[in-house]
T-cell receptor
Framework: GDSVTQMEGPVTLSEEAFLTINCTYT??????LFWYVQYPGEGLQLLLK?????DKGSNKGFEATYRKETTSFHLEKGSVQVSDSAVYFC??????????FGTGTSLTVIP | ETGVTQSPTHLIKTRGQQVTLRCSSQ?????VSWYQQALGQGPQFIFQ???????GRGNFPPRFSGLQFPNYSSELNVNALELDDSALYLC????????????FGPGTRLLVL
């Protein structure tokens, strides 16, 4: 079945460091790919998405590129801030109207 | 614009009982999806309702069932509760299905004793 595998955490970085959170997927057909974020004390919210191969999603300085050849959708940010501390979830939506989340990666950014 | 709301916020039940959780979708959204999130895990997709019909289902047994009403609000019903059903249940609404941006509610935390 379809699934998402993301890098295990927790991840701790210093402010202004470069961030990569790896995400790979298994799916039949052509899924849409997402990164959702959960800030402390808040609900899940969409960070960015990409709906077809080679699309790049971007928001708030975060980017991820839909790579069909490597079945990946890695999240990157060039310079993290303390306010980026949160749990990040990679997810996919397939053509069968099903939705799959990864297990989440906790990020802590220290000043 | 009113966001997604869920009720109740917390619930305690005993094994074998039945529970109903409720969700009001964001204004203008016609699709509601339900998820189960165990502690420390990612949300697991239960099912999706689009215009009052079940439109996609994850790997959950039939004792998990749902409804969507004409105003697009929704209910999740779980029969014959088991201890492993203890989790945070999330509702998300969208306009047009899970391919679109989903807006999540705060969740209902269910404890089964």
């Amino acid at each position: 079945g379809d699934s998402v595998t993301q890098m295990e955490g927790p991840v701790t970085l210093s402010e202004e460091a470069f961030l990569t959170i790896n995400c790979t997927y298994t799916a039949t057909g052509y899924p849409s790919l997402f990164w959702y974020v959960q800030y402390p004390g808040e609900g899940l919210q969409l960070l960015l998405k990409a709906t077809k191969a080679d699309d790049k999603g971007s928001n708030k300085g975060f980017e991820a590129t839909y790579r069909k050849e490597t079945t990946s959708f890695h999240l990157e940010k060039g310079s993290v801030q303390v306010s980026d501390s949160a749990v990040y979830f990679c997810a996919l939506s397939n053509t069968g109207n099903q939705f799959y989340f990864g297990t989440g990666t906790s990020l802590t950014v220290i000043p | 614009e009113t966001g997604v709301t869920q009720s109740p916020t917390h619930l305690i039940k005993t094994r074998g009982q039945q529970v109903t959780l409720r969700c009001s979708s964001q204004s203008g959204h016609n699709t509601v999806s339900w998820y189960q999130q165990a502690l420390g895990q990612g949300p697991q997709f239960i099912f999706q309702y689009y215009r009052e019909e079940e439109n996609g289902r994850g790997n959950f047994p039939p004792r998990f069932s749902g409804l969507q009403f004409p105003n697009y609000s929704s209910e999740l019903n779980v029969n014959a509760l088991e201890l492993d059903d203890s989790a945070l249940y999330l509702c998300a609404s969208s306009q047009g299905g899970t391919q679109e941006t989903q807006y999540f509610g705060p969740g209902t935390r269910l404890l089964v004793l």
